[in-house]
């Protein structure tokens, strides 16, 4: 069942058991997709290991720390109509890569594809899953599942083409909710995104993570978001909206500081949305106000 329209990108940055063990149960795939793996400058003999244990998997490495950059940098060697991302902690199930591969197939206008996501070890559903079934946009009758603002890079199969047209993630951004920005570029070119409840992914969350850096990034990211592609009223709304609600600390302080002082090269790259895609982007606002899930701005 080997299926060749699907590479898999991982990015990594020390964390050599969480990676080895996701690279043994991408092997272990029936389609037996290319892994391009890049390394993020790691200290701690990923690179090594993964050439000893895993001499198939294509091994990048830039030499420093690239953020989600580094997905791009994989991208630029992907030679297959599609790319599944996953994070060094979590790994496709099996028939998952050719499930996707199969409505992008089938839908032309289709320009990614999220899956279910699994938490291990206990095998439960991560809580954003539910919004990502309930999603509220509207959506035409061809797509095959609910309609998405955006997606999680950990969990989502997109059209290489697309995503090399849209010109993949901001280098200024990192990580930490980054892929909001490509998504609304992505619909901005015409693209819809879709969650598909039968396609699955685990996620085992590692230890190694440095959460209160990667909620300061995602405030960060997404007041860069909001003022780089949202009309005046909706990022002035937003903006006071996170102001009031983020925690009180110097981590959320921290997250605007820099934020404001991206101001120079933020009006530079402004480019508003189109009024449909910005008109989702206000129904989804309405709906996370409302979310138990987990994110980086709450």
């Not at 979590?90 to 839908?107: E, M, Q």
């Not at 899956?115 to 061809?142: H, K």
Request: proline share 8%; with cysteine; aromatic share 6%.
């Amino acid at each position: 069942m080997t299926d060749p329209r699907t590479t898999v990108v991982v990015i990594t940055h020390n964390r050599r058991p969480e990676l080895l063990r996701t690279l043994d149960r991408l092997a272990e795939l029936p389609e037996r997709p290319e892994v391009i793996v890049t390394d993020n400058g790691s200290t701690d003999g990923t690179a090594a290991a993964v050439a000893r244990h895993h001499p198939r998997v294509r091994l990048l490495r830039p030499g420093r720390n690239l953020g989600a950059v580094g997905r791009n940098l994989a991208v630029r060697r992907v030679r297959t109509p599609y790319v599944a991302f996953c994070d060094d902690d979590s790994w496709w199930a099996p028939g998952a890569l050719t499930g996707a591969a199969d409505l992008l197939d089938r839908h032309a206008a289709l320009g990614s594809v999220t899956a279910r996501i699994v938490v291990e070890p206990d095998g439960t559903e991560d809580p954003i899953v539910e919004e990502l079934r309930n999603s509220p946009l509207p959506a035409p009758r061809w797509l095959p599942g609910p309609a998405l603002g955006s997606f999680l890079a950990a969990a989502t199969v997109l059209r290489t083409d697309a995503f090399r047209r849209a010109g993949g993630f901001h280098p200024r951004l990192w990580l930490g909710g980054e892929e909001e920005l490509l998504a609304a570029d992505l619909a901005a070119d015409g693209w819809w995104l879709t969650y598909a409840e039968d396609l699955t992914i685990h996620h085992q969350p590692s230890p190694v993570r440095d959460p209160t850096r990667r909620r300061r990034d995602g405030i960060r990211n997404t007041l860069w978001f909001t003022w780089l592609r949202r009309p005046l009223r909706p990022a002035l709304r937003r903006t006071l909206h996170l102001a009031r609600t983020v925690p009180r600390d110097a981590a959320s302080l921290g997250a605007f500081a820099e934020a404001a002082g991206a101001l120079p090269w933020i009006l530079r790259e402004r480019r508003v949305l189109p009024p449909e895609v910005e008109r989702r982007l206000r129904l989804l606002e309405d709906s996370q106000r409302r979310s138990k899930a987990r994110r980086y701005t709450g």
